[in-house]
């Protein structure tokens, strides 16, 4: 994780901004879909995503995103 995406992930949860990990079933590893919950509102994606590096990198890219464009 690099510092850009660390200092993002920071000011997110500063203002009450969060990436949420919903999973679709009770399996052991089942697909998910990601929310976005700021400042009391939810935002369901429409992706389902599978638990693996990919996911990973999307949460980041979230995280980036959301920083660039609410500061």
Known sequence: M???V???ISWCFKNDI???VKPLTRTRRPEVKLEIHRQGR???G???YRQDKKLGDK???LYLYLHK???
């Open 42 to 44: 939810i935002q369901i």
């Open 46 to 48: 429409k992706e389902t």
């Open 6 to 8: 660390r200092d993002a």
């Open 2 to 4: 690099t510092r850009n």
């Open 69 to 71: 464009t609410l500061r």
């Open 18 to 20: 969060k990436v949420i």
């Open 59 to 61: 949460i980041q890219e």
